[in-house]
């Protein structure tokens, strides 16, 4: 089982960019879909993108579609999110998270590994 730590938070104006990166731990990350949530303060965590085992398939949230780039790099054990044209209300804690085997899930149930999350914080 791996073990998942974000970093790359911070705070960023608005329209900015930031780059967040989900380390992890173990040799099976390869087995391992991938997402991003984020959790807004008095607000449900919400998924942000998912990517496949290899990296040959991705998903968007609509509100992050074009603005936001979800890669990983097997070799790395490593997942990033590359955040665009950033927008205060995108102000969150973002965790990463791991499904053995899985294909596309946008639930938070469907995830069993998570991060301790990265806090990003963006101003006008």
């Known amino acids: 089982q791996v073990q998942l730590v974000e970093s790359g938070g911070g705070l960023v104006q608005a329209g900015g960019s930031l780059r967040l990166s989900c380390a992890a731990s173990?040799?099976?990350?390869?087995?391992?879909?991938m997402a991003w949530f984020r959790q807004a303060p008095g607000k449900e965590r919400e998924f942000v993108a998912f990517?496949?085992?290899?990296?040959?398939?991705?998903y968007y949230v609509d509100s992050v579609r074009g603005r936001f780039t979800v890669s990983r790099d097997n070799a790395k054990n490593t997942v990033y999110l590359q955040m665009n044209s950033l927008k205060p209300e995108e102000t969150a804690v973002y965790h990463c998270?791991?499904?053995?085997?899985?294909?596309?899930?946008?639930?938070?149930?469907?995830?069993?590994?998570w991060g301790q999350g990265t806090q990003v914080t963006v101003y006008s």
């Open positions: 173990g040799r099976t990350f390869s087995a391992y879909a």
């Open positions: 990517i496949s085992m290899n990296g040959d398939r991705t």
């Open positions: 998270a791991a499904r053995f085997y899985g294909g596309l899930g946008s639930s938070e149930a469907q995830y069993d590994i």
